[in-house]
């Protein structure tokens, strides 16, 4: 792993090669070129044709028009509410819906206020769940400042983490998540080079880990916050909990959050969004917050938007208490089922008889993680990835998915995602995956 040092020296020297004019920030070069979303959805316009099991959208076919429009009716019915929903807003949200967020997460952990200390007051709403990341981030890292990250993790995530000048460092999974004992490892390696105080958060996706599907084991939930208070001594080490696809659960029971092992509330931040269980168009996130850092990221938020949109925080207000948020994800539910069985089904047919292919079935999400033999390449420019385009399908290259800081990045690892195609054109495109890997291999 790289030094603070070395690490300096490395993004100044990539600043003056891409930034020789001086005309654009540091942020701006730490955030490099081309994104990876960027190059799949070229690809995709380019050529109509291929199946998408790359784009991490929502099934259009499920997007909830009907339920919108009946909790648009609940404020239209009232014109002083309408007049509200289209004024502006406070910088931390609409009341009524962070009370009703906290409730819900309450509920789902089996926990309450009193026996949490938890309010509403600890609630800020924001313009989809990245915003609250990169609000966090941005409040507690500096340059240089290390986040440790499963190895895979979101790679969107670790783009805003490039962003702020942040490390982002690897830390072993496996399929029940995050390896506690690679955590502490990762924080000795640390500690024995003098940069644990560096170490200011520890990033998971607990539930249907976005690229795996994986979804973080409740003894490990525990585990990962009793090492993060017994490591933070000069510098405090929270966890961001990001819980973005919490709501599509399919099979099994639910866990509680990494939060509800917090009991003094002062180590985990979780931040949620409708953007999977209702609409990615209404673009309402939120974050749950240790009491010492409301004031701090309020400021930064104020400083930003003064507010996310007020008008879509009324509206899934409306949706909560109108009980349409329930039902429609009843609906969803059984639709991602269907697909997560007929991408399983056909990677079992299509790959599963190739030697050194192997694959992990999720309970909810939508991805599943496949990994290749490992001669061959799944990066992008990569044979397989070249020879998959070729026969019709795109897909996320894994490599995308680790963090820069992180021994090894194997280069034979898929995210597929059943989210947007239908489950034939889902089974068209495992089927031509199938093709590209025995012609390649």
């Known amino acids: 792993m790289l030094r603070n040092l070395e690490y300096f020296a490395m993004i100044e020297n990539e600043q003056q090669m891409s930034n020789d004019s001086g005309h654009l ?7 490099g070129g081309k994104s990876l979303a960027t190059v799949l959805m070229a690809k995709s316009l380019a050529q109509p044709e291929l199946v998408s099991l790359a784009a991490a959208f929502i099934d259009g076919e499920t997007l909830p028009v009907e339920p919108t429009r009946k909790a648009l009716d609940a404020i239209w019915s009232n014109p002083q509410r309408a007049k509200a929903a289209l004024q502006y807003g406070t910088t931390i949200g609409y009341p009524p819906l962070r009370k009703l967020l906290l409730e819900r997460m309450l509920e789902a952990d089996g926990q309450t206020a009193e026996q949490t200390g938890l309010s509403a007051d600890q609630v800020i709403v924001t313009a989809g769940s990245n915003a609250a990341l990169h609000l966090v981030s941005d409040t507690i890292l500096n340059p240089g400042d290390i986040v440790l990250c499963g190895a895979p993790s979101y790679f969107v995530f670790m783009g805003t983490l490039a962003n702020l000048g942040a490390r982002a460092v690897g830390v072993d999974m496996d399929e029940h998540g ?21 170490v200011k958060a520890i990033y998971v996706i607990s539930y249907y880990d976005n690229p795996t599907g994986v979804t973080l084991s409740a003894d490990r939930r525990r585990r990962l916050v009793e090492i993060a208070k017994q490591r933070s001594k000069r510098t405090k080490i929270r966890i961001i909990e990001d819980t973005a696809y919490r709501e599509l659960r399919y099979w099994g029971d639910d866990i509680p959050s990494v939060r509800s092992f917090d009991e003094e509330g002062d180590t985990v931040v979780t931040a949620g969004s409708f953007s999977k269980s209702f609409s990615a168009g209404i673009r309402v996130g939120w974050a749950v917050l240790p009491r010492d850092l409301v004031g701090p990221v309020l400021t930064q938020k104020g400083n930003i938007d003064f507010g996310s949109p007020n008008f879509s925080q009324h509206l899934m207000c409306a949706v909560m208490e109108e009980g349409l948020l329930d039902l429609h994800l009843q609906t969803i539910r059984a639709q991602y089922a269907k697909k997560l069985v007929a991408m399983v089904e056909a990677v079992e047919e299509s790959l599963g008889p190739i030697d050194g292919v192997r694959w992990m079935r999720p309970g909810g999400g939508l991805y599943l993680w496949l990994s290749v ?14 020879r998959a385009v070729e026969e019709g399908v795109l897909y996320v290259p894994g490599d995308h998915c680790h963090p820069a800081e992180y021994r090894n990045i194997p280069k034979n690892t ?15 495109g495992i089927a031509a995956l199938g093709r590209a890997v025995k012609q390649v291999g």
């Open 25 to 31: 920030s540091r942020r701006a070069c730490w955030a």
């Open 373 to 386: 033999p490992e001669h061959l390449d799944t990066s992008h420019g990569g044979r397989l990835f070249d």
């Open 414 to 428: 898929i995210r597929l995602s059943f989210g947007v195609p239908p489950c034939d054109e889902i089974r068209r």
């Open 178 to 198: 995050m390896l506690p004992e690679s955590l502490e490892q990762r924080l000795d390696y640390f500690e024995q080079s003098g940069e644990l105080d560096r």
